[in-house]
């Protein structure tokens, strides 16, 4: 058994799971959603991702599961990240050489289906990479960060030892995909503005080519 002061401490895995049942849900619900897999994958891929997450709160070989865990969230991400762009490109060459093959509806659902998982995956992809990941962030292991939070500048307004968990990475990954632009926190090094600019570029042509297109359609 190791010192229980020098075991690392994990962070609360929670928020992931149930950030990521809920967009599951939602793209199960959405009619007539262009899918990329058959229906049963998805549920398949988040099986897979969230059962090292729930090992890690029972198991005592907690290194071994983290190790694990990052291997699967990375791969899970990648399939996530091909579903997006796969479904965005098969939604704008749609309309444009096939514009009376999907309707308003159709359009609608696909592209609030391909905005949901591009919010998820760059969540995920947000907490991963910020700091070394989540227990490096949680003990200290590395002073280097790639986005400030205003909780950093404001240390008599947060509980002591605070550090930014999944929800503030969800957050922050809602923003960019709405607003297209850092909002609270700021980016420091090359490869979060690249993340984030990546995000903005999918949920913007998302919302203005696939979504206003939809609208059109429901409105004529």
């Known amino acids: 058994m190791g010192d229980p002061a020098t075991e690392t401490r994990i962070e609360p895995r929670w928020p992931v799971v149930l950030t990521i049942a809920a967009v ?16 049963w994958v998805p549920y398949l891929f988040v099986a897979a991702v969230i059962l090292p997450m729930a090992a890690l709160t029972v198991s005592a070989a907690k290194a071994w599961w983290l190790r694990i865990e990052r291997v699967v969230t990375l791969l899970f991400m990648a399939i996530v990240g091909f579903n997006v762009i796969f479904a965005l490109q098969h939604l704008l060459s749609t309309m444009v050489q096939h514009s009376g093959e999907l309707t308003g509806l159709q359009l609608l659902s696909s592209s609030i289906g391909v905005w949901a998982a591009n919010l998820l995956l760059f969540s995920l992809a947000y907490w991963r990479t910020d700091g070394g990941g989540p227990e490096a962030r949680l003990n200290h292991a590395s002073k280097k960060c790639d986005w400030l939070f205003p909780q950093a500048g404001a240390p008599e ?52 080519a696939v979504a206003s297109r939809a609208i059109n359609i429901l409105g004529s």
């Open 24 to 39: 599951l849900l939602l793209l199960s619900f959405l009619p007539g959603r262009v899918r990329v897999f058959p229906p």
């Open 157 to 208: 307004h947060v509980p002591p030892d605070w550090h930014p968990a999944f929800v503030d990475y969800l957050f922050l990954s809602f923003c960019t995909a709405t607003a297209f632009s850092p909002t609270d926190a700021q980016p420091l090094t090359s490869r979060a503005k690249l993340l984030m600019m990546g995000e903005s570029v999918v949920s913007l042509v998302t919302i203005i």
